[in-house]
């Protein structure tokens, strides 16, 4: 599987998939146009390449300054993506990395990882 | 006479402490501009950033829900296209809130579908009386269960309002005509 690395936009957030050593990141804001058109084809082929993983380290960061709730929706989906990767046999480890200070966004990541059965999780407030 | 006009709805508008107010069709170019214009304006006035953020936030669930759900609408299909135009009322400004100056509100306005206001006010009234953690547990419910009958995004988006809206928010409705009410919805950063 080819990396993929997209810059970020207004509206997008910047994608860095390095799937040839299992890091992962979303950074930045996410409100796209068409929800469907920006993380359905991201989505697919992590689904793809998860498949059929066993025994890997996986590290995925959330550093997300804002996203609207059709991406809250993509993030639950990812969350649920990730615990039955570690189900499977990996070592996964999902960081939400927020700004210290910024309640929102903890108390989202508390609610995202909460849930989390397989794969460890690591709320990281970073100073800006 | 003109002049006397505009400038008679600009006071009017200012009166009522509205910073931006847009009435047409809503899209997502629209959104993207406006969202920018309201995070200078507030930059400008050395808003805290997390109150930005949540007033943007408010407005980017309230811009999509026109976007998508508005009543009064117009439609051009062609062989490779679709364009599609819905119509709103967009206020946003700030006022004083139960003592408290200063508070930002985003206020939308919209035509729904009769056979909706019940459905809509129902969820809105449970929405409206519940606290942070039921909040919440409804969110996660949503987001993990099955997108609801109808809806375009992720169906949370009046629950996320609810969340980011330290002040509350209130809702209205009124009959237009036998099919259709207007719906307005403001939320208080």
Same mark, same amino acid.
């Given at each position: 599987?080819?990396?993929? +690395?997209?810059?970020a936009?207004? +509206?997008?957030p910047e994608?860095?998939?390095?799937?040839?050593?299992?890091?992962?990141?979303?950074r930045g804001e996410s409100?796209?146009?068409?929800?469907?058109?920006?993380?359905?084809?991201?989505?697919?082929?992590?689904?793809?390449?998860?498949?059929?993983?066993?025994?890997?380290?996986?590290?995925?960061?959330?550093?997300l300054i804002?996203?609207?709730?059709?991406?809250?929706?993509?993030?639950?989906?990812?969350?649920?993506?990730?615990?039955?990767?570690?189900?499977?046999?990996?070592?996964?480890?999902?960081?939400?990395?927020?700004?210290?200070?910024?309640?929102?966004?903890?108390?989202?990541?508390?609610?995202?990882?909460?849930?989390?059965?397989?794969?460890?999780?690591?709320?990281?407030?970073?100073?800006? | 006479?003109?002049?006397?006009?505009?400038?008679?709805?600009?006071?009017?508008?200012?009166?009522?402490?509205?910073?931006?107010?847009?009435?047409?069709?809503?899209?997502?170019?629209?959104?993207?501009?406006?969202? %920018?214009?309201? %995070?200078?304006?507030?930059?400008?006035? %050395?808003?805290?950033? !997390?109150?930005?953020?949540?007033?943007?936030?408010?407005?980017?669930?309230?811009?999509?829900?026109?976007?998508?759900?508005?009543?009064?609408?117009?439609?051009?299909?062609?062989?490779?296209?679709?364009?599609?135009?819905?119509?709103?009322?967009?206020?946003?400004?700030?006022?004083?809130?139960?003592?408290?100056?200063?508070? !930002?509100?985003?206020?939308?306005?919209?035509?729904?579908?009769?056979?909706?206001?019940?459905?809509?006010?129902?969820?809105?009234?449970?929405?409206?009386?519940?606290?942070?953690?039921?909040? $919440?547990?409804?969110?996660?419910?949503?987001? $993990?269960?099955?997108?609801?009958?109808?809806?375009?995004?992720?169906?949370?988006?009046?629950?996320?309002?609810?969340?980011?809206? %330290?002040?509350?928010?209130? !809702?209205?409705?009124?009959?237009?005509?036998?099919?259709?009410?207007?719906?307005?919805?403001?939320?208080?950063?």
């Open positions: 599987m080819d990396n993929i +690395r997209i810059e936009t207004e +509206r997008t994608v860095d998939f390095a799937f040839d050593d299992n890091n992962y990141s979303f409100y796209p146009e068409d929800i469907n058109i920006f993380f359905g084809p991201l989505v697919e082929q992590l689904e793809d390449y998860f498949k059929n993983l066993e025994g890997t380290d996986v590290t995925f960061n959330f550093e804002y996203f609207n709730s059709s991406t809250a929706k993509v993030l639950m989906m990812l969350f649920e993506l990730l615990d039955t990767v570690a189900e499977q046999g990996n070592q996964v480890t999902v960081n939400w990395i927020y700004e210290t200070s910024d309640d929102n966004m903890q108390e989202l990541g508390e609610e995202y990882g909460e849930d989390l059965e397989y794969a460890s999780f690591k709320l990281v407030a970073q100073d800006v | 006479m003109k002049a006397e006009k505009m400038l008679r709805l600009r006071d009017d508008l200012q009166e009522d402490g509205i910073l931006i107010c847009y009435s047409g069709y809503m899209t997502e170019s629209v959104l993207s501009s406006l969202g %920018k214009t309201i %995070k200078d304006k507030l930059t400008i006035e %050395k808003t805290d950033k !997390f109150v930005i953020r949540g007033v943007f936030s408010i407005f980017v669930e309230q811009m999509q829900n026109v976007i998508r759900y508005s009543d009064e609408m117009e439609v051009k299909v062609s062989d490779d296209s679709v364009l599609e135009l819905r119509y709103g009322v967009l206020t946003v400004g700030r006022k004083v809130v139960d003592g408290k100056e200063d508070v !930002f509100f985003v206020a939308i306005g919209n035509m729904i579908k009769q056979h909706d206001v019940e459905r809509l006010n129902n969820s809105l009234t449970h929405i409206q009386q519940l606290d942070a953690k039921s909040l $919440k547990a409804l969110h996660k419910e949503i987001l $993990k269960g099955k997108t609801p009958e109808g809806s375009k995004g992720a169906g949370v988006g009046f629950i996320d309002i609810a969340r980011i809206s %330290k002040n509350g928010f209130d !809702f209205d409705f009124i009959p237009v005509n036998n099919d259709q009410s207007f719906f307005t919805l403001t939320a208080y950063a």
